[in-house]
């Protein structure tokens, strides 16, 4: 996938969690104005990043320079996988996955959210934490990596909302069957946060090529997973399909829900 009208911008990595902000905006904006589902999980990311500033400015997490560095090196491998598979470089096969399956029409929006999530949570923020301090001081950063997902389980319930906004029998579900969305995200994501720091503390004292061949083994076996999300046995696949047909508004008019 080539796409010379990408935003060039986003090629420069972001320096603070405002210039990382601007980037994923500018992602947000191409996606709603190519109608491209990539745009899904940019706009939930971006909202997670303004509310990881306004922890940061609050006073919510231990050390606020050292979140700002995490949240900076955790965004730009997002940021600049995007740069790479629009302008015909490869990313790590994990985003190749995520990015490929935007190109499809039958997977669900909570689809590609997950397929996100598995790329750049339990690939992306292991290798995010072991870069973000030396190995001597990654204990002291657990705390308020923890945080960080108590920031993600806060949205949960705006996500839950736009998604039986997106599907509305959804939403008459949730009322029968309890938050059944909210219960598969908080639970992928307390999985892949814990995921994502075991795998912080195998690369943190790896450097050169055995920090790279660990990455590869790892992305490698996300990227299998991620053939999980999308393709989750005959049953479950022909629900998905139901939703599917049921999803309402354009990609554009989802994006903007998300947001």
């Not at 996988?81 to 929006?109: K, L, M, N």
């Not at 301090?133 to 319930?157: M, R």
């Not at 069957?177 to 909210?182: A, H, I, K, R, Y």
Request: aromatic share 8%; glycine share 6%; proline share 5%.
């Amino acid at each position: 996938m080539s796409d010379p009208d990408f935003p060039a911008s986003i090629a420069i990595p972001a320096t603070t969690i405002d210039e990382v902000i601007h980037q994923l905006t500018a992602i947000v904006d191409w996606s709603k104005e190519n109608d491209s589902r990539m745009g899904y999980f940019a706009a939930l990311y971006r909202k997670v990043t303004i509310q990881v500033k306004k922890g940061i400015t609050e006073g919510h997490f231990d050390d606020g320079p050292r979140m700002e560095r995490l949240d900076v090196i955790f965004a730009n491998r997002y940021i600049h996988a995007c740069y790479q598979y629009q302008t015909g470089q490869t990313p790590t096969q994990s985003w190749v996955r995520a990015f490929d399956a935007t190109e499809r029409w039958w997977p669900i929006v909570l689809q590609h959210l997950l397929m996100g999530m598995n790329a750049h949570i339990n690939l992306d923020l292991g290798i995010a934490a072991a870069e973000t301090v030396p190995p001597d001081q990654l204990k002291n950063l657990k705390g308020d990596f923890n945080k960080i997902n108590g920031v993600l389980a806060d949205l949960v319930g705006g996500v839950q909302d736009e998604l039986a906004e997106i599907w509305p029998v959804l939403g008459i579900l949730n009322r029968y069957l309890g938050s059944v969305q909210e219960s598969i995200i908080n639970f992928s994501m307390k999985k892949a946060r814990d995921a994502a720091w075991a795998f912080a503390e195998e690369l943190s004292p790896l450097s050169g090529p055995s920090r790279g061949e660990a990455i590869a083994e790892k992305d490698a076996m996300f990227a299998r997973f991620s053939d999980a999300i999308l393709h989750p046995g005959f049953t479950l696949s022909a629900v998905l399909r139901i939703i599917r047909l049921g999803e309402r508004g354009t990609v554009r008019e989802r994006i903007a829900i998300l947001e």
